[in-house]
C-alpha cells in the first residue's frame, strides 16, 4: 500500500495534554512525518494561540484535531491501538521497542485506521487508559534523565513510521499475527463486547461491581492480545446473547 | 565498548542557533538520550533564560557547553563529523539516511571523538561549513512540510545514536572503512593539512587565492570521503613539506 495512505491512517491521540505549545509541537512534528490525524482528549487548553505558533505551518491540522471527552471516543473505529508509556503496569500490554511495535502498527493500517496515544506530561496514561489499547511501547531513554518532552515524543514515533511506512518491508510482515480471514475488530466494537460481557458476568453474579478486583482489566489484557477479528466478536457476543437469554436477562426469549 | 562511554564521545555542534530556546530543547533530547557534550558556535543569544526553561532538567549541559567562534573550532579533536543537511550540496559529502549514517558515527566513535553538526534553523549550514564534515546526513521529511524544528531533528538524531548504541553491533561494523592502522585524524590535523596544501598549491601557481574556483572544495571532498589516518596526515605533509623545499617556499633547506 502508499506509504502515504498509511501514514494517514495513523491517529495521534494526546491525552490531557497540560500545555497547549505541547500540541503545536506534535502537529508540527506529525506534519513533518506526513501524520495528520491529530484527537485531543479533554486537552486543558485548546485552542490557543501557543499552540499556533509551534505548530508553524502544521496549523491545518490543529484546525481539523478532534476534540474528545473520552479516549474511547478518539478510539472509534481504530483496529489497532499503541499506548506511549515508560513503565510496564502490573496489568496492560506487555511494553515493546519503537522500531518493532511500529512496524506492526503500520502493518495493521494496511487494514484500517490505527492509533498512537500520548498521555499527559507529567502522569503518563492512567492503567485504566492503557487498558484500552492492545500494544504498549517504550521509547528508551537515559536511565538518569528520562523527561522525554511530549512533542518529542511524538516526533520520534511519528519518525519511526515514516521510516516504516517507506522502508521495503517484506509481503507479510505480521509480527507474529497469522493473516486475518475477517477484518480486524474495531476499537468500539471491542468495547462493546467488553460492556456485554461485563453486563452478562454481573447478571450471572460472576462479577460484582461493588467489588471489582481486577477482573475487567485481566480480560481487556487477555482480547487486548489476541488482536479480536470482527467475526469473532460477533460470535462471543452470540454466545452473550444465548447467555442471557438462559439466564433470562435478555432482552428477549 | 560500554554504549554510555560511546554516546559521551558524541559532541553536538549548533552552528549560529538564532533562538535559544532551540538550545535548551536540544540540551533536553541531548541528555533524554544519553549524549552530553554541547557545543555552541557563535550562538545569537546565550545563556537565556528561554534556554533554561526548555532545557528542563538538561540546565547542566548548557552550563557546560562550549561556545566557540568558528566550526573548526568546536570541531578540534573530532575525528569523524556528521552534518545534518536537508539537501545536497554540489560539492559536499553525499547524504546518507539515518541510521546507517548514525552507524558509521558509532562505529567511528569507538575510536575518538566525533560530532553531529546542526545549522541555523532558517537557512541551515553553509557550503563552507559542509565542507568540514565527513559525512552529512538528512531525516526524511514529508516533502510538503519539511520544516523540522532543531529540538525535534537533535532529538530524532540522538535517539538513533541512543539506539544504535545499544543495538547489538556485529563486531566489525566498519561501514565499509577497512580497519585503522593508525588513528584516525582529528579535524584538526586535517585542517593543518589543507591549510598546508593550500599554501604549496599557491606557491607552486596551481592556486589563485584571487580566483578559487572550486579548487579547495573539492579536495576537501575528496579527502572528507577518504577519511584520513594520522599517519597519512604525516605523509601528506611530507610530501608538501619537501615540495616546499625544493620550490624554495620551505622554511630551510
Given at each position: 500500500m502508499n506509504p502515504e495512505v498509511l501514514l494517514s491512517r495513523i491517529r495521534v491521540v494526546l491525552c490531557r495534554t497540560s500545555h497547549p505549545g505541547n500540541i503545536g509541537a506534535a502537529a508540527r512534528a506529525m506534519k513533518t512525518m506526513g501524520l495528520s490525524s491529530l484527537y485531543l482528549v479533554q486537552p486543558k487548553q485548546f485552542p490557543d494561540p501557543e499552540a499556533d505558533t509551534r505548530a508553524t505551518g502544521a496549523v491545518d491540522l490543529l484546525q481539523r484535531a478532534i476534540i474528545t471527552s473520552s479516549l474511547s471516543e478518539a478510539l472509534v473505529g481504530a483496529s489497532y491501538v499503541v499506548a506511549l508509556s515508560a513503565r510496564q503496569r502490573d496489568i496492560g500490554p506487555a511494553l515493546g521497542a519503537p522500531r518493532e511495535t511500529v512496524a506492526r502498527l503500520l502493518s495493521e493500517a494496511e487494514r484500517g485506521d490505527?492509533?498512537?496515544?500520548?498521555?499527559?506530561?507529567?502522569?503518563?496514561?492512567?492503567?485504566?487508559?492503557i487498558l484500552h489499547c492492545q500494544a504498549a511501547v517504550t521509547i528508551p531513554t537515559n536511565p538518569d534523565f528520562s523527561s522525554l518532552n511530549l512533542g518529542s515524543a511524538v516526533q520520534v514515533l511519528c519518525y519511526d513510521c515514516r521510516m516504516a511506512a517507506f522502508a521495503e518491508r517484506p509481503p507479510h510482515v505480521d509480527a507474529g499475527v497469522t493473516p486475518f480471514s475477517s477484518p480486524a475488530a474495531t476499537h468500539d466494537e471491542i468495547e462493546g463486547l467488553y460492556a456485554h460481557l461485563e453486563s452478562v458476568m454481573t447478571a450471572t453474579g460472576f462479577f460484582n461491581p461493588k467489588q471489582?478486583?481486577?477482573?475487567?482489566?485481566?480480560?481487556?489484557?487477555?482480547?487486548?492480545?489476541?488482536?479480536?477479528?470482527?467475526?469473532?466478536?460477533?460470535?462471543?457476543?452470540?454466545?452473550?446473547?444465548?447467555?442471557?437469554?438462559?439466564?433470562?436477562?435478555?432482552?428477549?426469549g
Open positions: 490505527v492509533a498512537l496515544v500520548f498521555g499527559n506530561e507529567t502522569v503518563g496514561l492512567s492503567n485504566e487508559e471489582p478486583g481486577r477482573l475487567l482489566p485481566k480480560l481487556r489484557r487477555l482480547f487486548g492480545r489476541a488482536r479480536l477479528e470482527r467475526d469473532e466478536i460477533n460470535i462471543l457476543r452470540g454466545v452473550l446473547a444465548a447467555t442471557e437469554v438462559r439466564t433470562g436477562h435478555g432482552r428477549k
